[in-house]
């Protein structure tokens, strides 16, 4: 029989690996994407042939109770959300409609629907926020420092309320930051590497950051999506940290990215204030023990090569904007040059 899959979120950077995954083990994979004026499907534009879309919203109850019950899915992994930190502050209901209250949803259709589904929480190593101990393992107190870690502190707990109140198959992996060549733009490491890359081509001057002392757990995020899949293989429900064990300064994750296109960040890199936050998260680092022990998992990548595989993804990016960007300018200069001739004759 074959599996079925249904991954909110598939448009993201975790869904699109995660669904590559699915379809190489066989699965049938759907995904949902909001619905708006341009919905963005390049990181899965190679697989739309291979995988069934729907419209759907975690803000609309209704929507998610008809798409269960019309894929009848055997799993369901959640990894939609309001997920960049930073936007948590400025869109603090919308991200606790999304990401919290997202999910509830999300179980409740579940369990209306077919409480046999099994299912998958993306939470977040920034529930941890105001660490209590080093490393943060599965047992860690949580203490979230931004909206967006207390929508997924709620949307954590709820999955643990509904595996035990109602026996579903329902767990949380507990992720650490994870990156890759599909990282959103506005995310502090893809933000590097990109500048990295077009600062080197001369598209851009500098790159502004704030605070360099800010430590992660860095990962790819190709690693981190086969752990989710192996959680819902186990016998039995558990919830599970996803790291590499190794934390790294933002500071030293941009040494490494300008390193790989030979320049120094000293000469680009200004510190702003604005991209302070409110609340500082200034360190996590995660212990992956039980999923080493439980799951088999262990991450593949380590961060330079992480950084190395983001940067040269970054240079093909900024060489192609640079072609268009040049030729445009020489189209221009022509149209210019061209115009004085036409009006003296």
Request: glycine content about 8%; proline content about 4%.
């Amino acid at each position: 029989m074959t599996k079925r899959a249904l991954i909110t979120g598939i448009t993201g950077q975790d869904g699109s690996y995660l669904a590559e995954l699915l379809l190489d083990k066989g699965y049938e994979v759907h995904g949902t994407y909001r619905r708006s004026s341009s919905p963005s499907f390049g990181r899965i534009e190679h697989i739309l042939d291979s995988i069934e879309l729907h419209q759907s919203d975690l803000s609309d109850q209704a929507s998610l109770s008809n798409l269960i019950n019309q894929v009848r899915p055997t799993e369901v992994y959640n990894l939609a959300a309001q997920s960049f930190v930073g936007t948590s502050w400025s869109q603090v209901v919308v991200t606790g409609d999304i990401t919290g209250l997202g999910t509830a949803r999300v179980l409740e259709a579940i369990r209306s629907v077919d409480s046999s589904i099994r299912f998958y929480q993306a939470s977040s190593s920034e529930m941890f926020g105001l660490v209590h101990e080093t490393p943060q393992r599965e047992t860690t107190p949580l203490h979230p420092r931004s909206p967006y870690g207390v929508a997924k502190v709620y949307g954590h707990y709820l999955t643990i309320n509904y595996r035990e109140s109602y026996d579903m198959y329902a767990c949380s992996g507990i992720l650490f930051n994870h990156e890759s060549p599909r990282r959103g733009l506005e995310f502090v490491t893809r933000k590097i590497t990109m500048a990295a890359a077009r600062i080197k081509l001369g598209l851009q001057n500098e790159l502004r950051l704030g605070n360099l002392d800010a430590q992660r757990d860095w990962g790819f995020a190709g690693d981190y999506v086969e752990a989710m899949w192996m959680m819902l293989q186990q016998d039995k429900p558990e919830d599970f940290v996803i790291s590499t064990g190794v934390t790294v300064r933002v500071g030293d994750f941009v040494n490494l990215a300008f390193q790989e296109v030979g320049l120094d960040p000293a000469d680009y890199v200004v510190i702003d204030p604005k991209f302070y936050r409110p609340a500082e998260v200034d360190l996590l680092l995660g212990d992956c023990t039980k999923a080493t022990g439980k799951l088999g998992w262990k991450p593949k990548t380590d961060v330079q090569q992480l950084a190395k595989m983001m940067v040269q993804s970054d240079l093909e990016l900024a060489e192609r904007e640079a072609y268009f960007t040049n030729k445009h300018s020489i189209h221009s200069f022509k149209v210019r040059t061209d115009k004085p001739s036409q009006v003296a004759a």
